[in-house]
T-cell receptor, first 112, second 110 residues
């Protein structure tokens, strides 16, 4: 089925560890983005990309890196995990301004 | 900076009631507004998308309106059912960004 696929669904990290959250879409969307969702705060934009080779920071980028080598993939890297990064992470893609956003099912990350 | 507010934060109604969820935003320069549903521990499911040039969209028992000039949108749910229980999120799309409200948690009691 066409859509946005995120892996893993769940992850527990120790403080200081690094990891990569994977996101892939098969809708040929140019725009992809990463959000984190925390209780009572809604979703906040971490990083986004308007096409392969182009990325930019969102509202809460600190502690995260991204790259976009292909249209399909947009991985999110945590460089040195901190408890404050415990959250649910969502990846989304869209034809910006035209069709709205499609979201993945999320990755629930716990940093201990 | 775009700010999106949803009122109420939580709502509990008996089955069969018609209800309205409210969303307001501070910057009217938007491309579109989207309503999502989120079940506990799940991802976001798109319900309705209203382009900036449109006034409303309907899907089944759901109707969403958009008033850009006043920075408001409403989601109307007719004849509510227990299966409608979920959190409803409003989001507005601007340049390279989609801003979300904190959501309205809806409970429909049998």
């Amino acid at each position: 089925n066409a859509g946005v696929t995120q892996t893993p669904k769940f992850q527990v990290l120790k403080t200081g560890q690094s990891m990569t959250l994977q996101c892939a879409q098969d809708m040929n969307h140019e725009y992809m983005s990463w959000y984190r969702q925390d209780p009572g705060m809604g979703l906040r934009l971490i990083h986004y990309s308007v096409g392969a080779g182009i990325t930019d920071q969102g509202e809460v980028p600190n502690g995260y890196n991204v790259s976009r080598s292909t249209t399909e993939d947009f991985p999110l890297r945590l460089l040195s995990a901190a408890p404050s990064q415990t959250s649910v992470y969502f990846c989304a893609s869209s034809y910006e301004g035209l069709g709205g956003y499609t979201f993945g099912s999320g990755t629930r990350l716990t940093v201990v | 900076k775009q700010e999106v507010t949803q009122i109420p934060a939580a709502l509990s109604v008996p089955e069969g009631e018609n209800l309205v969820l409210n969303c307001s935003f501070t910057d009217s320069a938007i491309y579109n507004l989207q309503w999502f549903r989120q079940d506990p521990g799940k991802g976001l499911t798109s319900l309705l998308l209203i382009q900036s040039s449109q006034r409303e969209q309907t899907s089944g028992r759901l109707n969403a309106s958009l008033d850009k000039s006043s920075g408001r949108s409403t989601l109307y749910i007719a004849a509510s059912q227990p299966g409608d229980s979920a959190t409803y999120l409003c989001a507005v799309e601007g340049d390279n960004d989609m801003r979300f409200g904190a959501g309205t948690r809806l409970t429909v009691k049998p």
